[in-house]
């Protein structure tokens, strides 16, 4: 079953609203989430890295202050996507690493922002 | 930093052909390569994967080969049936330090009835 949650699947919003993103690990700890991007067609574009209890770490070209990370907990980070606009619009995964190694990633079911 | 390349962008296939597709990195370092099947609006969901110490793993009707030497990894699908069309994307990193994965651009792959 899935080890990782997101939600909401799906959200629609006026430009200029700010939208938040939950990425939960279900069965097992993550000090380390990461969030990707994907437009149609495009393979998925790291985001930034999340941290339990320290600040993001962001990819180059990925405003932080319009993204905002928050790994409040051991199973919780979040993305808000602030002042959101029409070109923000598009396929937004996390994912947890687990296992031996920590490499294996697990991702979420994905959450489709459309900005009106 | 990690670049993954991969070939082709887009396969047909016949039903019950066989399908490969290829990917090469640039960090020597690298030892971890995941395989992910990417179905419309799903999320990606690892269908294979190999670790640097071993060139060839195989699961039922998929497989990946890996060349160090040559920093290339492939993933070979047999008796390929409908059902197995998607997008399908290559990673790699660095194993033991939750380090993001690096993805290539992704293989469409159809599977003709």
């Known amino acids: 079953g899935a080890v990782v949650s997101q939600h909401p699947s799906r959200v629609i919003c006026k430009s200029g609203t700010s939208v938040k993103i939950e990425c939960r690990s279900l069965d097992f700890q993550a000090t380390t989430m990461f969030w990707y991007r994907q437009f149609p067609k495009q393979s998925l574009m790291l985001m930034a890295t999340s941290n339990e209890g320290s600040k993001a770490t962001y990819e180059q070209g990925v405003e932080k202050d319009k993204f905002l990370i928050n790994h409040a907990s051991l199973t919780l980070s979040t993305l808000t996507v602030t002042s959101a606009h029409p070109e923000d619009s598009s396929f937004y995964i996390c994912s947890a690493p687990r296992g031996q190694g920590w490499e294996t990633q697990y991702f979420g079911p994905g959450t489709r922002l459309l900005v009106l | 930093g990690e670049n993954v390349e991969q070939h082709p962008s887009t396969l047909s296939v016949q039903e019950g052909d066989s399908a490969v597709i290829k990917c090469t990195y640039s960090d020597s370092a690298s030892n971890y390569f995941p395989w992910y099947k990417q179905e419309l609006g799903k999320r990606p969901q690892l269908i294979i994967d190999?670790?640097?110490?071993?060139g060839e793993k195989k699961d039922q009707r998929i497989a990946v080969t890996l060349n160090k030497t040559a920093k290339h990894f492939s993933l070979h699908i047999t008796e390929t049936q409908p059902e197995d069309s998607a997008v399908y994307f290559c990673?790699?990193?660095?194993?033991?330090?939750?380090?993001?994965?690096?993805f290539g651009s992704g293989t469409q792959l159809t599977v003709l009835p």
């Open positions: 990673a790699a990193t660095l194993s033991g330090s939750a380090r993001q994965l690096t």
């Open positions: 190999i670790r640097s110490n071993v």
